[in-house]
């Protein structure tokens, strides 16, 4: 027999070298099941090597060496934990062989394998243990390594197909709602910009619950272990094993990338994994998005099967569900039947008929209701014939246009896409199946964006939000509503064609589409209309929405009330399902306000600038007594205020406007600083000086803090009244309201000249983690002369980073350049920054815009 040292030697060589060779192996071949199955198979051989030197020689009856998990499935991957059973006959041989178990994992250790470790006698596999459900479902997966055979047999073959039969019902539902629960922490979509391929939903761990289901729901009716290739339908086997081998793939090369169990495929990730076209045969054009894309398609599929079984399993709930069920058992009717809250078809041979096959999704669209496996496996039968002779044009768009008005539209569109059905209706949305914009800001697929953005409409009325309400009040004044539906379907196919301008695009598929469906001509001008403009109000939103000429210009464009609505519900919904952050309160709020104004604006103009003593209005009046009881005059303060002043603030806030700026004698910077629901909010009211913009911004970044939106406001007696509104990126504030004293005390330093601002940004850039962008942002500057009549308008998109918008005021206040309005917006990783500017009180001329362009770029770039 070999010494121990001997022993220890060669494994750890056999390790390392065959470690290598399987990674070489998966560099040159990139495939993941090979990689597993040969890191599975290498593991085996040194345990195998170590029983024979410290197991056998001691005990070759009564214990059996078992692999659980995906050892077990022989699925270990590169850098996996390493799960194994000692099952022992009795406690006797337990106690007996305690220090050779113990040295045999401490070899294994030495090696730095990641082992899990499990002991357990023959009668303690028998007993279900309710806090430790993680080992009943890794016995799923046991295989036999070494030691008494029979002893695995016994197990193997007689005590958990018994077991599992028994207490089936129980494991099923613990681990559904352990899937749920881990759904739900990724926000139940499998559509993530950086997502985990083993935890987040469509990925491994899905394939594996999914293979568990079927498992132990087989198990619970043959009382013994099925055959493999029986488990899943025979329609989404193939599917099913084709993602099983890409996810194992992308995970492979994942741990192989980042050195351990690393499993997040994060930006960088993703380009190196489409560079080096990881789990696809060929190397495909358009880089990591079309990978993504792949991506996407696979654990869609995953996703799918899972949640397919998940709602199969008739979960613990409440009186109330169940009552709830029960009444929804009710909507049966002659064609189909609801079983807790599925929909099944009383006649499954009547799939076949088109009318009735649609009119399931209508049906379960507007009671809320799923597709249960039997039903989809059905509708999966039929397709092929189906697509051989698919709906005709008109009878399309009358299947289509029956489910897009009901409430849970979205979740029947889904459903529909995930089986091939949304397509044979509208071919066109091929060209955005599982498309991805990979821009750090869009965080869904192009396909699912759409049905997120129908699903935002139809929830908006039951939202608790009082924003989202209105909306909802809104869309029921509409006419036809499936008219807006059906432009939110096809928004965005341009995004699948060639060419920098989806809009055009998506405008030219979308004639077609029509054209084929056969819409009444005024239909068609009204949806592609709503196509062509889907972008006007968000380019709106970039402008003083209270200048009379902008808010002209746009209702003159929207030619009738009822393409106003529609538009502003559009675009409510298409930002809203870009990602969770995307509609914030004030943007929410600013798309109302332009479809108020825009709605008001047909025979109405209002002054440029406030001159209290020509004329007065409600709210001057409303001022006015306020500032009385408060003995305050108003009239110098608002002579010459922008007429938007007004509609930005609230009387009670121009009172305290006011009396800050009578203070100034005082204490020359005036602040005001409160909390809001969603951010901060600095006012400022000081007299007007060179660089005052840019300094607070820069004191405001140096505190780390975002400005997310500004108004900056001027009286004709040079008062500045600057508001910015922040988000505090670490709690400074909001955890230490100490802290709020010397935040307002910095900024007045810095105004005051007091304290260094270059220096102050120093030490925040050394602070900041070393984040790189992982979207490149082309800086572009424009000017425009036309939408204002007394400012220029530029706007700035940069690279959004630490003191931009410092750094871009202060070449303003370099040019002589005087703030008007700031209107601050970033998506994702993109600045798109506003400013109406003069100079010495007129517009830019042309010479002054070139020196400006000239001198930000410099600026910009250099950053």
Known sequence: MSTAATVRTELRELYVTESSRTQQEFVSCGSGLKATASRTELVERILLRLWSELISPVQSKSLALVALGGFGRQALFPHSDVDILFLHAEHATEDMLRDPIRAFCQELWDLRMK???TTRTLSECEQFDPQNVEFTISLLDSRFLAGDHELFSRLHDQILPRFFSREANYIIQQLAEVTHSRH???????FHLEPNVKEAPGGLRDFNVASWFSLLAAMDKQRTWPAPETLLPESSRRSFRLAQAFL?????????????DDNMLAWESQDEAAARSIGVEETGEGGAAAWMRGYFRHARAVHYECLRLLESVPAARSSLYRHFQSFRSRFSNADFSVVDGAVFLQQPSAVRNPDLLFRIFSFAAHHGLK??????????QILPALAESPPSGPQSWRYLEAILIEPQAAEALRSMHSLGLLTLLLPELKLIDSLVVRDFYHRFTVDEHSFLAIECLHRAGQSNSEWDQRYGRLLQE????????LALLLHDVGKGMPGGNHVVGSLDVAQECMERLCLPAEDRETVAFLIATHLEISSVLRRDIYDPTTLQLFAEKMGTPERLKMLCLLTYADIKAVNPEALTPWKAENVWQVYIAAANCMSRSADQRLHPTAAKDEAITRIETLARRAGKETEPFLEGLPKRYLRTYRPEETVRHLEM??????APVQLHLERGRHWFELTLVTRDRPFLFSNVAGAMAAWGMNIVKADAFSNGGGVVVDTFFFTDRFRTLELNVGEWDRFQASIVDVLNGEADLERMLRDRMRSEPKNFAKVKVETQIEFDNECSTH???VQVIAQD????????CSRFSHQHCNIEIALIDTEGQMAIDVFYLTADGAKLSPAKQEELRADLFEELEAG
């Open 115 to 117: 082992l899990g470790a």
């Open 184 to 190: 739900a922490k990724y926000g139940n979509t499998v």
């Open 248 to 260: 194992s793939s992308v995970r492979a090369f994942l741990h192989y990338r980042q050195g351990r």
């Open 371 to 380: 597709l249960p496996l039997a039903t989809a496996s059905r509708i999966e």
């Open 478 to 485: 509409l006419e036809r509503p499936e008219l807006l539906y």
């Open 661 to 666: 700026a009578e203070a100034l004698d005082e």
């Open 791 to 793: 400012s220029t308008l």
């Open 801 to 808: 980073r630490l003191g931009l918008l410092h750094r871009i």
